[in-house]
């Protein structure tokens, strides 16, 4: 696999372990237990929308590095 992929996987692994960590304490608190099983796929669909926002920031970096621009040179906002 490419360092891209390679960087791309990690991303997301940390994103989903970070995610996991916050609704289980979240869910340590008896109140919050009954909303957060409705808020649920809500919260998970953020979490991988976000995951693949950094995905596609992560290719574009990688592909400017690839033509030779410095991290100053690649502009997020054209990708957008």
Do not use: W, Y
């Not at 592909?63 to 054209?78: C, H, K, L, N, P």
Request: aromatic share 8%; hydrophobic share 45%.
């Amino acid at each position: 696999m490419d360092m891209v992929g390679v960087l791309c996987d990690r991303d997301r692994e940390m994103m989903l372990e970070f995610s996991g960590l916050c609704v289980r304490r979240l869910n340590n608190h008896l109140p919050l237990k009954i909303f957060l099983s409705l808020f649920q796929p809500f919260l998970d669909a953020n979490v991988l929308k976000e995951v693949e926002k950094d995905r596609l920031i992560i290719e574009h970096a990688a592909a400017g590095f690839e033509r030779g621009q410095t991290s100053a040179d690649v502009d997020v906002d054209e990708f957008v």
